[in-house]
Each structure stands twice: as structure tokens, then as C-alpha cells.
């Protein structure tokens, strides 16, 4: 997998942003209201019994899978408005919607390729999640469709590192995420505390808010990818991002000073009582609406989260400041934890690919802006005269703000693992952050399991 440009991102995405000078227009706007049903790659349930000439005329429907279903999850409900959108913005193709949960999304999606029934449209994320079906075929490769209709003229440079393999692009990009450390400034001013900058100074607020009866992190662990982060941050802040993205990818060894060094630090939050036990049976969530609602002073998790917070009926909203999780005094506490990750793709199996790549090419760009305008992830496409950012939520700019301050970025570990692997990383985090192993068997472990299987 290719390495995220980052600085290029970063110019790339300021100036987009900022900027009224359009692009050139949506590639649904080229949408033919003369497409033949003839290359449509699924059947409305509407079209059983009719004749042939009928569904020769009528309009090509498309089958779309998707796993943003949460019920608060920023992504769910940018995405619903994209969904709420498209029969307007696109009457000459059709889709029909099915959501799955993200815990049972990729079982099902092997299952139905296996089967052959397989979606013609669908999100997924990248790297280690989605080579498995790259290397059986299952997936279209997109460089012919993307010079055709000059796709890499709007999205942002680096955005589809995440899908590209051997060259060939595999996606089209939504949603560039980052893990922002978010911080709940009454209860910081109850503690009588500042928000900590240094690792040192997060131990210090730690002790400060048990003093004061308030839960100081929120580590919810059911899902284990919550917890993960914390481990996958600090070993950032000590490695540095080449050398944490080398080591996932099997060119560097985890059995090393560093990623040793970060364990430590990991337990040593377990040491201070920075979160309490029982969060670490509770899904996202439940841990995120708990936030929300002044039960933990921090949280550290992605972009998505200000959309939840940023709303004016929970108890946070206008108390939440964002900054980059804590340094360590070392080389690399610029790093940045995130980069694009979640893509829509098109089924080799689908006959009518022009049709398809129009489909997914809205849903890409529309979910970019929506989740913009939502505050639960930073654009992976540059935006133009018909996207209106001219009312920001103070928070998206300050995630603008952390991303301009980034001098490099390390895509979530797990999406780069995929798989089993990626399983295997977040429970030996768990089983770190409970103590049943120490900083060294943790590392030794993700060397066996992970790194030279």
C-alpha cells in the first residue's frame, strides 16, 4: 500500500476548501437520460412480469451495500442525507439501498461474492480489508473510468493509497478521518485544570479529576477498536509513522525499543486510573454518547464524533475543545493518526460500468461534503461552486487547523492489518491495556501473530 502524501493533501485540501473556483462539474451531471436498460446490472423488483420492451426502456437499478447504519454515527447520518439526495440529483439511475452493521458488513460481503450475489455498488474500507477481494477479482479496478470522466482532477492527492494496489486504483474515496483528542472544557475548569499538552501533564489531570470523582478517559472496549487507538497514537508518538506503517506492512519488526516504550506508556494510563473498568464493556456507542453527555472529561477517536457532539441538544455542545493527543517530547509528536480509509466500489461482475462508476462517483463526492458540512470527517474530494462551506462549525476548523499542524499521517492500524490480523492486534491492545501481559509480551506477540504470519 502506498504511503499517504500528506503535505500535498494538506495544500491540496486548504486550498479546496477555501476556495469558490469551481471544478469542473459532478460526473452524474454527464448522466445520458437515454441510458438503455439494457446494461443494468440488477432488476427492480418492479420489473418482474413485464415485457421485454418494457425493461428495455426503463431505468437501470443498481444494488448498494453499505454498513454506516448507527443510529448517532456521524457517518450514518451524513450518509442518510446523501441517500435522501440522490433520486433528485440522479432520476436516470436507480439504487436500491440495503445496511448492514459494520460487525456482520464484510462477513456478509465474502459471503454474497462467494455465492455470486454480490451488490453491483458498495462501501468498504481499504487496504487489508479490501486486497482479499482485490486478489480474487471481485472488485473493478477504476484507472480506465477515472481518466475518462478526469476524476483524479477532484479528489485530493493520496486519497486512494488506501485502495490502490499494483497500480491500480480500486475506489473512489469518501471520507478523510484523523483521531483528535477531545476535551470537555467545564470539566477541565471543575478540576481546576488545564488540558494537557504533554503526556506528563495527562497524568497529572488524571490524578486531578479522580480527585474530584470525574471519570478522566473514555475507554469503551467492547468493540476493541476503541482502545486500540490509544495504543496505536502513542506507538506514533514513539516510532514515528514510517516506521509504525513499515512494521504493519512487515518491513519493520514490532519487538523493538519503540513500540515497547509505547505499551509502557499504555499501561502506565492503566496505572493512573484514567478510565474507568466497567467503559471497557461498553460498545462506541455508548461510550460516545456517554461523552456526550459530560460522563469523561477526554475522549480520544475520530472525526466522527463531532457530529454527535456538535449537536445543540446534547450537554457538551459548545464545551468541547480538539487538540492532538498529548506529546512525548520526542521527534515525532506531529505525527498524525487517520488518512482516507473508506471507499465505494464497483463488482467486476458489473456489465454496465459507466453507469456504476456515475453511481458511486456521486455517493463518494456528496458523502466528501456531507460529512464536511456534518463535522464528522474531512473531505477526500476538493469541493467547488456548488458545495456551500460557508458556515463551518468552529470544531471542523479546528480539525482543518490540526491537520495543517501534522507533519506526517499513519493510516488506523486495523484498516492496514485487515482481517485476522487486525483482530489479533486489537485484543493483545486489550489484553495490554488489563495488564494480563506486559509491554514486552505484548510486542513479541504482534510479531508472531501479526508480523511474520
Keep these: 500500500m502506498k504511503k499517504a502524501i500528506v503535505i500535498s493533501m494538506i495544500l491540496c485540501l486548504l486550498l479546496s476548501i477555501f476556495s469558490t473556483a469551481g471544478c469542473s462539474s459532478d460526473v452524474n451531471k454527464q448522466t445520458d437520460t437515454q441510458t438503455s436498460a439494457e446494461g443494468k446490472t440488477a432488476e427492480p423488483a418492479s420489473s418482474v412480469g413485464q415485457s421485454t420492451q418494457e425493461q428495455k426502456t426503463e431505468t437501470p437499478t443498481l444494488t448498494l451495500w453499505h454498513y454506516w447504519t448507527g443510529e448517532t454515527d456521524g457517518n450514518a447520518i451524513a450518509f442518510k442525507k446523501v441517500l435522501e439526495s440522490y433520486p433528485n440529483d440522479n432520476p436516470d439511475i436507480k439504487i436500491n439501498v440495503s445496511g448492514f452493521p459494520g460487525a456482520d458488513y464484510t462477513t456478509k460481503l465474502k459471503i454474497a461474492f462467494a455465492a455470486n450475489e454480490a451488490p453491483d455498488i458498495f462501501n468498504i474500507q481499504g487496504a487489508g480489508n479490501m486486497e482479499p477481494l482485490v486478489t480474487a477479482g471481485k472488485i473493478l479496478p477504476l484507472n480506465d473510468l477515472m481518466d475518462k470522466y478526469q476524476t483524479n482532477d477532484k479528489i485530493l492527492p493520496g486519497s486512494t493509497n488506501a485502495f490502490t494496489f499494483s497500480d491500480k486504483v480500486y475506489g473512489l474515496p469518501t471520507i478523510t478521518g484523523l483521531a483528535i483528542f477531545f476535551c470537555n472544557t467545564e470539566l477541565f475548569e471543575k478540576a481546576g485544570v488545564e488540558i494537557p499538552n504533554t503526556f506528563d501533564e495527562l497524568l497529572y489531570v488524571i490524578q486531578k479529576f479522580n480527585e474530584k470523582g470525574i471519570t478522566p478517559m473514555m475507554f469503551a472496549g467492547k468493540e476493541l477498536w476503541p482502545v486500540m487507538f490509544y495504543y496505536d497514537i502513542l506507538a506514533i508518538r514513539t516510532a514515528g509513522s514510517k516506521k ?206 501479526v508480523n511474520e504470519q
Design 244 to 449: 509504525c506503517v513499515d512494521a504493519l506492512q512487515g518491513k519493520e519488526s514490532f519487538d523493538q525499543p519503540e513500540f515497547v516504550e509505547a505499551a509502557r506508556l499504555l499501561q502506565q494510563l492503566t496505572d493512573a486510573e484514567a478510565y474507568n473498568k466497567s467503559d471497557l464493556s461498553i460498545n462506541w456507542d455508548e461510550g460516545v454518547q456517554k461523552f456526550a453527555q459530560g460522563g469523561a472529561a477526554m475522549l480520544f477517536n475520530g472525526t466522527w464524533v463531532t457530529g454527535i457532539i456538535s449537536d445543540p441538544n446534547v450537554p457538551v455542545a459548545g464545551k468541547i475543545e480538539l487538540r492532538a493527543f498529548p506529546a512525548i517530547g520526542g521527534q515525532y509528536d506531529n505525527d498524525l493518526f487517520g488518512g482516507c480509509f473508506e471507499c465505494f466500489c464497483i463488482s467486476a461482475s458489473v456489465k454496465d460500468t459507466d453507469t456504476a462508476y456515475k453511481a458511486i462517483s456521486y455517493l463518494s463526492k456528496k458523502m466528501s461534503y456531507e460529512s464536511l458540512i456534518n463535522g464528522n470527517g474531512l473531505p477526500a474530494w476538493k469541493t467547488d461552486s456548488s458545495d456551500d462551506i460557508s458556515n463551518l462549525d468552529p470544531l471542523v476548523q479546528q480539525q482543518l487547523n490540526l491537520l495543517n499542524q501534522g507533519k506526517d499521517m499513519c493510516l488506523w492500524w486495523d484498516t492496514v492489518l485487515g482481517g485476522k490480523k487486525a483482530d489479533i492486534h486489537k485484543a493483545l491492545v486489550m489484553k495490554l491495556v488489563t495488564k494480563e501481559i506486559t509491554p514486552e509480551e505484548y510486542c513479541k506477540q504482534m510479531q508472531d501473530q
